[in-house]
């Protein structure tokens, strides 16, 4: 379900670090704020479009637009990156940390995520 407020770039930056997860930080890229995870970008806002851009697959891009077009969208300058836009009033919290969760995994060596998930196996559950 959609959250009641838009999303903002302060909201959207406040869920991502509420993830917990290590290796992420506050950049800047091309003159705007970002956050990256093992160094490369992970979530940034189009201020452009007034919308969060995440990373995908281009199939997975193709799938959400033609399911549910109302939240989901890319723009030309986009069309060449496997990028998708999320209209801020549309776009669901839950889909959003699995997309971040997702795309953080798949940024991590190989070697770190195996030790960090023996480690999160390891501790106790809340």
Not at 31 to 53: D, I, R, T, Y
Not at 82 to 87: C, D, E, Q, S, Y
């Amino acid at each position: 379900m959609p959250q009641a407020e838009p999303f903002s770039w302060e909201s959207m930056r406040a869920l991502a670090l509420s993830l917990n997860l290590p290796n992420v930080e506050d950049a800047v890229s091309w003159g705007q704020p970002n956050l990256k995870a093992h160094g490369k970008m992970w979530v940034w806002w189009s201020p452009q479009e007034n919308a969060p851009v995440f990373k995908t697959t281009f199939e997975e891009r193709e799938f959400l637009i033609e399911v549910d077009p109302e939240t989901f969208f890319f723009t030309p300058h986009y069309k060449s990156w496997p990028l998708i836009l999320a209209r801020p009033d549309k776009v669901d919290p839950d889909w959003v940390v699995g997309n971040l969760k997702r795309v953080w995994r798949e940024q991590a060596k190989k070697t770190f995520l195996k030790k960090w998930d023996a480690e999160q196996a390891g501790s106790p559950k809340t």
